[in-house]
């Protein structure tokens, strides 16, 4: 045998060795490589995010609100008038301010006796506590909570002793005629647009989910379209509002809300065009000039700005 035909036996043979352990090397490599499973959006949510076995899956039927802002009639006046121990005066025939002459002890575990000092209270649930005005805030509720709306909202000033020494309170009423019922997201669906969002990010809690009524802005003439709102508290602090029939989402805090309370009632105040004071049935009171009454509101509004609290005897009428 030729040494060529030789040379080229062996490289065929090497040939044939060299693809014999490539394809081992494949198979090795296919076998060793492990795979990562891909998650869907909701599994990746279950995966990163607490709570959320407690979140209804079923589908509610909820139908949007009109409401308008309630102006006070005499009658009303009437039952305010049973209050003792207040100088209140109502803005506008919709806004009523409240000033206490002895503070009123509150026990924030039973609240329920703010009745014999507050009219209708119990239209009213309580949100929380704002640290920086010492304020409690309740929000109003036609069926369900209506959700930082200037007017359903009843905020209290406590003195430093965590004693009530005032109040605003704004009234909503619903009208006669009212939409249909029609099926809003699932609460899953609003949770998962937080998630994908950003709003909400792993490891994070979700600790109630409710659903509410909010808006963003009054019609001209008071009126107010209020659309079903879900509520997602995390994390026992934070708290969300995603539309329940378009998605879109939005965020508050208490104390922005109270400042922007002050404000209302201080830009009210420039433009006012009607004051009533109301009196207590059961004695006279000599009649109240609008200067005295712009005074008291102003004392009012400092108290609402204030981050300690206020003493007694800061106000007067």
């Known amino acids: 045998m030729q040494w060529s035909q030789i040379k080229t036996l062996f490289i065929l043979c090497f040939l044939i060795l060299d693809i014999f352990l490539l394809n081992q090397f494949i198979n090795n490599l296919e076998t060793d490589v492990t795979y990562l499973p891909e998650f869907s959006s909701e599994e990746s949510l279950r995966n990163n995010i607490n709570g959320l076995e407690n979140i209804p899956e079923e589908t509610m039927s909820v139908g949007m609100l009109y409401a308008t802002r309630k102006e006070i009639t005499e009658s009303d006046v009437n039952e305010l008038s049973g209050f003792s121990n207040q100088n209140i005066v ?17 026990d924030e575990e039973a609240m329920d006796d703010l009745d014999l000092n507050i009219w209708n209270f119990d239209e009213y649930v309580y949100w929380g506590k704002d640290e920086n005005t010492n304020s409690l805030v309740f929000f109003q509720e036609i069926g369900e909570t209506i959700l930082y709306n200037q007017s359903g909202v009843l905020i209290i000033s406590l003195n430093d002793q965590g004693e009530m020494v005032g109040y605003v309170q704004t009234v909503l009423e619903e009208e006669e005629d009212q939409p249909e019922e029609e099926d809003v997201i699932k609460p899953m669906e609003a949770v998962s647009t937080l998630y994908l ?41 934070d708290h969300f509002f995603v539309n329940a029939m378009e998605g879109h989402f939005s965020s508050r805090d208490l104390n922005t809300f109270v400042t922007e309370m002050g404000t209302f009632i201080e830009e009210l105040t420039e433009t006012v065009t009607s004051m009533n004071y109301v009196q207590e049935t059961e004695e006279e009171t000599e009649e109240i000039e609008d200067e005295q009454l712009l005074e008291f509101i102003q004392n009012w509004l400092e108290i609402m700005q204030t981050t300690d609290g206020v003493k007694e005897n800061d106000i007067t009428l």
């Open 197 to 237: 969002n950003g709003q909400i990010v792993s490891g994070d809690t979700i600790t109630n989910v409710d659903i509410g009524y909010h808006n963003l802005a009054p019609l001209p003439n008071g009126g107010q379209v209020l659309t079903p709102t879900w509520d997602i508290e995390v994390n026992d602090s």
């Open 90 to 106: 109502v803005l506008e025939n919709h806004l009523i301010l409240s000033q206490l002459q002895n503070p009123v002890e509150i």
